[in-house]
């Protein structure tokens, strides 16, 4: 039995290795869809409360992502953006480039370490760039 979450926020980034538009800051509405399962559902009918999958969210994604620019470790333009006082999250080493793709992979790791004490397994994380274009992250 598998539940989805769906959490929104606004960012920009710029993909800095990206040969056409992209490599220019630019922004989006985002749209993550994280997906809970447990093997089989329990007594209580819910594999996971929806407000603690929801607060894994928000905390991650309120509190880092949203209306941030979200950078390269070497994006200069993230550097310069910090400098001024405004809002920079930097994408982990590990994870690279802020594409739809590892947005998708750093929600899924982070919000996958915050419900690790529960019974059940994040499964997939699918992030939206726009309403036409999404990628999915499995653990």
Not at 20 to 26: I, L, N, R, T
Not at 38 to 64: C, H, N, S, W, Y
Not at 121 to 138: D, H
Request: proline fraction near 5%; glycine fraction near 8%; hydrophobic fraction near 40%.
């Amino acid at each position: 039995m598998e539940v989805t979450r769906v959490y929104e926020w606004d960012a920009g980034h710029r993909v800095t290795v990206h040969g056409g538009k992209c490599k220019h800051a630019h922004g989006h509405r985002y749209r993550a869809e994280v997906t809970y399962m447990l093997p089989r559902t329990p007594e209580d009918g819910m594999v996971i409360d929806f407000g603690i999958l929801k607060a894994a969210m928000a905390e991650f994604i309120d509190g880092q992502l949203d209306h941030a620019y979200i950078a390269h470790p070497a994006d200069e333009v993230g550097a310069l953006l910090r400098d001024l006082g405004h809002r920079v999250y930097t994408m982990p080493e590990h994870i690279g480039q802020p594409t739809a793709e590892n947005l998708a992979q750093l929600v899924g790791e982070v919000v996958a370490k915050q419900l690790a004490d529960h019974a059940g397994s994040l499964t997939r994380v699918v992030v939206y760039e726009t309403p036409n274009c999404w990628a999915a992250w499995a653990p």
